[in-house]
Nanobody, 123 residues
Framework: QVQLVESGGGLVQAGGSLRLSCAAS????????MGWYRQAPGKERELVAV???????NYADSVKGRFTISRDNAKNTMYLQMNSLKPEDTAVYYC?????????????????WGQGTQVTVSS
């Protein structure tokens, strides 16, 4: 049973923008924290941004000032607005529900994952 559905990835030139969406079932969306992870080839998965049910946000230093995480509770959807994209942002991006974090340090990943969406930034 699919519970998190992502959309919005693609190919963009450096300096461009993309917006990722993660649609969740109502029950999952009510979970406190939701976040976006990314994994580039040959690298470990890293937490990019996290948002609590109350809207508190945290960002990895590498994306701070360029990415914005948000959630629309009426639509059970989370977003990641990515601006000023760089080639090093190229990765598969995953949404996750139920993660436990301290700042942007993952204590435990959530049980629910999206299918992943590829973001490729060309130089």
């Amino acid at each position: 049973q699919v519970q998190l559905v992502e959309s919005g990835g693609g190919l963009v030139q450096a300096g461009g923008s993309l917006r990722l969406s993660c649609a969740a079932s109502r029950i999952i969306f009510s979970i406190n924290n939701m976040g976006w992870y990314r994994q580039a080839p040959g690298k470990e998965r890293e937490l990019v941004a996290v948002i609590s049910s109350g809207g508190r946000t945290n960002y990895a230093d590498s994306v701070k000032g360029r990415f914005t995480i948000s959630r629309d509770n009426a639509k059970n959807t989370m977003y990641l607005q990515m601006n000023s994209l760089k080639p090093e942002d190229t990765a598969v991006y995953y949404c996750n529900a139920g993660l436990v974090v301290l700042g942007t340090r993952t204590i435990s990943e959530g049980a629910y994952w999206g299918q992943g969406t590829q973001v490729t930034v060309s130089s």
